[in-house]
């Protein structure tokens, strides 16, 4: 994992010292709510229906153990003992004090975090693969050049004020498992005659204009990286709209001017950025890359794994994952229990998880845009000790990308642009579906609700998609189908009329169950849905 | 009738306007009828309280209830942790917001 240097250390430490005195002159009164918002923001620090909300980032999603118990420690001592991981790969506090955040911006510059650029016009968190350096499949481990993209996009004097938030997620393998499509940019690092480089894919998004992102070029030489992506940016820093909010992101820039002239335009910058020389040299790119360094794996290691734990066994099949290195797996943690609230944690289950980090899997923990966590080098002679663990503290729902591994937004529970609550509908669905033979039978489906248009429950991407809407003060859902966030992504197609709380549980129903009567071999409901076409879906939700 | 509500400048909490000051609680909120911009302009200036905005609402025996289900959530709190709500002991408290 990547430790601050000096001047990462004294940046963030610098801006907690700001922020406690801008919280100082709030407080007292010498500053107005207007003067102060943004300030705030800046340190991801939102006015909720509640109360304060604080969004802390965590860097492509890669924390350690020590990392981990700070935000137990932080839901425990400033908040109401839980937190929110969201899919953005962060996590949200819903209860926060003002007067307590400059104390908890303290604490987490402790254990090398903060929550800069969690909000605001700004290069938000960048997003990776949860299975970075673990994965079989990644042509690189995508995280060292997500951690320079950290770097470079931290206080970028240029880019503070873009016309529009700006996400970028880095991955490294064919098989998407970061949405990588759905980001403004989406960087893929692919091998061409064995040299390293990287696919950018821009303009992307979900939100009130869902857009999946064009190829712009198929290449970059990684020692073009960050030139070309400062491109990419200044591009759309220079003619994105600022004039109406609705259409200054990057996606709707591109669409209008079309993806070969925005290239274009890019192709032209860069050759300008170029000459700059902002591109790392190779010691730095190789100071950064020995902080990802595999970790020291046992060689030798039994592949097998007792099964005789039926409950085990079903765990073991559903969230247990494939590891490049004999011996080892990656394992899922689901933050789905059946009647849960997905995504959220307490401080005692993120302590558990700290603890079999630390223990079993080289003090390294992911968090996922599903709202889950991945503890991703377990030992397989370890596996029945950590389900054992992860059971005892109500973490071993064995329902990995089943229909109840469900993507939900906070919703109208706590966010004050919601127009709708998620949450509940989550809940119900989960219920209907309790039934884990029922759910495995089912297989892959991923479904996920908005609780308004801004899309922070990707039901653009769902193989089933909910968005909440507010119909005449009363809330109402509507229903998509066919989304995909994964590497053939698509957009979700809205089926019809919406319906109420129950009645969009129904409609999920008739749903996977005309897609029993119409799925033909292993098919997963997605490619049913693909073959087949909307219409007898249609007919069986509306008749 | 209409109420004022904001959030409280420290802890953030969900506030409402009294008639003579502000409280957590909806059922003590008071009908600001035509004055409800002048005493929010004043509260803001005054700055006991952050971003204030005025609501509809319907008089019950039980007091005022918003008329917007976002505002009722703001009044209770979330209906999915009745727990962390202002009537955690009441289980049939998520009812009054649906």
Known sequence: MYKYDQYDQ????????EFSDQVRRRLAGDITEDQFKPLRLMNGLYLQLHAYMLRVAIPYGTLDSKQMRMLAHIARTYDRDYGHFTTRQNIQYNWIKLEDAPAILADLAKVEMHAIQTSGNCIRNISSDQYAGAAADEVADPRPWAELLRQWSTFHPEFSYLPRKFKIAVIASDEDRAAMKLHDIGIQLVKRDGKLGAAFYVGGGMGRTPMVAPLIKDFVPIEDYLSYSEACLRVYNR?????????????????????????????????????????????????????????????????????????????????????????????NISLKPVGGIPGDASSAQIDVMADLAEKYSFDELRVTHAQNIVLPHVAKRDLYAVWQALNEADLAAPNLDLISDIIACPGLDYCSLANARSIPVAQKIAQRFADLDRQRTLGELKLKISGCINACGHHHAGHIGILGVDRKGTENYQLLLGGSGAEDTSLGKITGPGFDEDGIVDAVERVTDKYLALREGEERFLDTYRRVGFDPFKEAIYG | MKLLTGNDLASGAVTWWTGDGWSLHVEDAADVGEHGEAILTAEEGARRVNAPYLIEAVATPDGPRPAHIKDRIRALGPTVRLDLTLKPADPDAGSWVI
Do not use: S
């Open chain 1, 10 to 17: 004294a940046i963030v430490d610098a801006r907690v010292a």
């Open chain 1, 239 to 331: 003619y994105g709209r600022r004039d109406n909010i609705y259409k200054a992101r990057i996606k709707i820039l591109i669409h209008e001017l079309g993806a070969d002239e925005y290239a274009r335009q890019v192709e032209e910058e860069f050759a300008h950025v170029k000459t700059l020389g902002i591109d790392p040299p190779a010691a730095e790119l190789e100071r950064i890359a020995a902080f990802f360094a595999p970790p020291a794996f046992e060689v030798g290691l039994a592949d097998t794994v007792d099964r005789n734990d039926p409950d085990f066994a079903v765990w073991l099949d559903q969230n247990v994952k494939a590891h490049k290195q004999p011996g080892y797996a990656i394992v």
